[in-house]
């Protein structure tokens, strides 16, 4: 059985064809047309560029799906699409596709939701991971701590107040005069600092899972604009480790709190565009190993937006028999 699947909800237009034999996973083409280029002059992604990029290039993307997987629609046996959540004007760009392709070649439409996609990324990577565990989805736009009960039911135990965790970064990035998104550029930066800077922790200081990703980038450009205005030479390198170092603690600190919380849970798996960052990698490597858990990451090639990873979930909603009609919508917030 095979899917066509397509992304849109930001600013990657993405296709993907999964085939599903013997219960077995194969991502058999993976296309992305980033917009990373056109949004990066305006140093983040601006809703209505990227609805006007996707239109563009989905029907590219399309074809080149189909060809790399050498399938015709023939071969396809549903379409899916993430529909929730996101830039609302971007999602409806991949929604209304999938929804005329599905009209036209009659065949099932599956609505899938982009963090659910994000997780499903790990069950291409590890086939063998089986619900429940904790998820921790950490991206440009999400930042979530969630129970998995399985694949399709994720309960939203922990995430953030304000920024995402990928936004910190990206803005703290920009204010050091990286280009947009900074994210994996800060990742390396922090290796050369020798003296990191003490920032706060994006843990907030009571008893939720919560983060506060606001107050930890409102110190690193403050103390920038300080540098600034003593015309002194930026410690870059310092303010990338101290960033770093506070955030990926926050996380550790949060996910502590979650594992103490909830002790049936034995197994962690980190999803999202962050969860390319090397540092929050071994630091999670570490944190599980210390607490006897196991621990599941994406490849890096499925940590960023992808429309395999929603494919992947939507072999769950297949099975469970959750197809949309022509009268699908999309929405900015999670359903
Ligand atoms: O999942 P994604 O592609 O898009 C959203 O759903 O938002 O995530 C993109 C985010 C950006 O904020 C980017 O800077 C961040 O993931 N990112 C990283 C790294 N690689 C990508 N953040 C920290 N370290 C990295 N190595
Ligand atoms: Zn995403």
Do not use: W
């Not at 550790?252 to 390319?276: E, H, Q, S, W, Y």
């Not at 769950?316 to 009268?327: K, P, Q, R, T």
Request: net charge neutral.
């Amino acid at each position: 059985m095979r899917i066509l699947a397509f992304e849109s909800s930001c600013d990657e237009t993405a296709a993907a064809v999964l085939e599903r034999k013997d219960g077995k996973l194969t991502v058999l083409s993976n296309i992305v047309a980033s917009q990373i280029a056109i949004h990066a002059k305006f140093g983040g992604v601006v809703p209505e560029i990227a609805s006007r990029a996707h239109s563009e290039a989905i029907s590219g993307i399309t074809y080149e799906a189909l060809e790399t997987a050498k399938c015709t629609m023939d071969d396809i046996d549903a379409i899916a699409v993430t529909n929730n959540p996101g830039l609302i004007g971007a999602l409806l760009v991949a929604v209304n596709f999938a929804k005329s392709l599905a009209y036209a070649y009659q065949k099932p439409l599956i609505p899938v939701n982009h963090i659910k996609g994000h997780i499903a990324a790990n069950y291409i990577c590890h086939p063998e991971l089986k619900a429940p565990f904790i998820g921790f989805i950490a991206s440009g736009g999400h930042t979530s701590i969630v129970r998995v009960e399985d694949p399709r039911t994720h309960v939203l135990i922990g995430g953030t107040r304000d920024d995402a965790m990928g936004e910190s970064f990206d803005k703290v990035a920009r204010v050091m005069g990286m280009p947009y998104p900074g994210g994996a550029a800060l990742d390396k930066l922090a290796y050369e600092g020798k003296n990191p800077v003490k920032f706060p922790s994006a843990a907030v200081r009571d008893d939720t899972l919560d983060f506060s990703f606001s107050g930890i980038k409102t110190a690193v450009l403050n103390l920038i604009n300080q540098e600034k205005q003593k015309g002194g030479e930026l410690p870059r390198a310092d303010i990338a480790a101290g960033f770093v170092e506070a955030a990926v603690s926050s996380v550790i600190t949060k996910l502590g709190m979650t594992f103490d919380r909830n002790p049936d849970m034995k197994t962690l798996v980190l999803a999202g565009g962050v969860a390319a960052n090397s540092h929050l990698r071994t630091a999670l490597e570490k944190f599980t190993k210390k607490r006897g858990l196991k621990l599941y990451m994406p490849d890096l090639c499925y940590c960023g937006d992808n429309a395999a990873m929603i494919g992947a979930a939507a072999f769950f909603e297949y099975d469970a028999g959750n197809f949309a009609d022509v009268s699908l919508n999309a929405y900015a917030y999670s359903v």
